[in-house]
């Protein structure tokens, strides 16, 4: 809880972009000993934290990694909103809630994914982020299928001794041209990207242009990452 409350609270400020010494002033701390709650060296007191909170207008179960969402909205799957495009008539799924519940994390999620290309629709960076997109459904849909012995392997045109390591290696190669576009690398696929001023992004600004979507965004990274491990 402490390495999340760090990072949240530091991710805040520079997304305040105020710096340490005026956020320790206004917070009523020394600058040292924001810097050491911002590294995770000390542990503050409940008072601090909601007076962190009421800073910049979030929640302490934000703030404490309790909530993706800054209002500390918890989870709830019928208030995730349904994308139309993949919805029943009537804008419900189907099927039991944990499968809702992450289909609609998903949905939304590429709604924000999709609709921050628009605003730079680089062609060829389109074409390398769906390409990895389609791979990940194909190579989920395969392992789905191909665990019946009886569907037909003939569905499929790539050996089965070969299709998921080849999916793989495709998928990092798309991943990878992706990363090399971002960063304005002449890798032979368009014009290189020079300006990305229009993927800037807070967590604050999400939250305000998609008011729908942004909580499943927030949910799906903060899920992704305890699945990562890397916290």
């Known amino acids: ?43 503050c007191g409940l008072e601090f934290v909601v007076r962190v909170a009421n800073y910049y207008d979030v929640s302490c179960d934000y703030l404490l990694g309790r909530s993706a969402d800054r209002s500390g909205l918890t989870l709830n799957v019928d208030d995730i909103p349904a994308p139309d495009a993949t919805a029943n008539k009537d804008g419900h799924f189907r099927g039991s809630v944990l499968p809702t519940l992450n289909r609609k994390l998903v949905s939304n999620s590429l709604n924000i994914l999709y609709d921050k290309l628009s605003a730079n629709p680089d062609r060829a960076l389109v074409s390398e982020m769906s390409a990895f ?16 012995p009886k569907n037909a392997v003939s569905m499929f045109s790539v050996p089965g ?47 305000k242009d998609y008011p729908l979507y942004a909580t499943s965004l927030l949910n799906l990274i903060k899920t992704s990452e305890e699945r990562i491990g890397g916290a």
């Not at 409350?5 to 956020?23: C, D, M, N, P, Y």
């Not at 997109?133 to 019946?148: C, H, K, N, Q, T």
Request: proline share 1%.
């Open 1 to 43: 809880m402490a390495t999340q409350f760090s990072r949240i609270i530091t991710l805040l400020r520079k997304e305040r972009g105020v710096t340490q010494k005026q956020a320790a002033e206004e917070l009523g701390v020394s600058q040292a000993l924001l810097s050491h709650y911002e590294k995770g060296i000390r542990e």
């Open 133 to 148: 997109l389609m791979l990940a459904v194909y190579r989920m849909f395969r392992l789905l299928y191909s665990s019946a």
């Open 161 to 207: 001794s070969l299709w998921n390591g080849y999916a793989c290696g495709a998928m990092d190669k798309a991943a990878a041209n992706v990363n090399a576009i971002l960063k304005g690398d002449d890798i032979g696929l368009g014009t290189p990207m020079k300006d990305t001023s229009a993927f800037a992004m807070t967590t604050e600004n999400l939250s």
